[in-house]
């Protein structure tokens, strides 16, 4: 098999709203090949802890995973969230970034959320981000399950350097997994 190395060591972060377990959850599905190591990060204020039912639902979701034949790791960081998801990423050698937006920030933040944009602006492995739908049901939240067509648009950076062979092997890969549109993008630097 040709391995894709942007999904050999996915870095997952989960808060445990439901958007962060949905994105895990369709990652895991979509990711099992080629796939050596998942790791979930969990970023607390300081002083915080997990409380009994997410130390469980930690237990559960690795048991999973682990059963699916990935490695997997759960680590717990504190302070700025987007600091620590950075700071693990390069760290732990993660080779992409894997996260829900869930767009609670300010008004400037209107499509992706302030934690997302952070991670967006300043990482150097790639983000696969997706803004899981929301409804309202009875007075209930619901988050849409949508796992299935979640790589069937796709938006890929290019810069026409020697970094491309591997993005476009990536766009292979999701190409052959269900990848029906892909918008290939170039920014042109006005200063030169």
């Not at 050596?36 to 469980?56: A, K, P, S, W, Y």
């Not at 869930?102 to 991670?119: D, H, P, Q, W, Y």
């Not at 981000?129 to 929301?134: A, G, K, N, Q």
């Amino acid at each position: 098999m040709n391995r894709i190395t942007m999904f050999a060591k996915l870095l997952i972060p989960v808060d445990f709203s439901d958007q962060s377990l949905q994105m895990f959850e369709c990652v895991t599905h979509f990711c099992v090949e080629g796939n050596e190591e998942m790791i979930l990060l969990h970023v607390m204020e300081r002083g915080g802890r997990l409380n009994n039912d997410q130390t469980d639902r930690i237990a559960e979701i690795i048991a999973s995973v682990t059963e699916a034949g990935i490695n997997v790791r759960f680590i717990t960081e504190t302070g700025n969230p987007v600091e620590a998801i950075l700071k693990v990423a390069e760290r732990e050698g993660a080779t992409m970034i894997a996260m829900a937006s869930s767009g609670k920030g300010m008004a400037r933040e209107f499509i992706v959320g302030s934690t997302s944009l952070g991670v967006i602006r300043n990482s150097r492995i790639p983000v696969f981000m997706d803004r899981f739908e929301v409804t309202e049901e009875d007075g209930e939240l619901y988050v849409a399950r949508r796992c299935a067509d979640i790589f069937r648009s796709a938006t890929v950076p290019i810069d026409f350097s020697t970094c491309n062979e591997p993005v476009l092997k990536s766009v292979q890969y999701l190409i052959d997994r269900g990848l029906e549109n892909a918008i290939l993008f170039h920014t042109v630097d006005s200063s030169n």
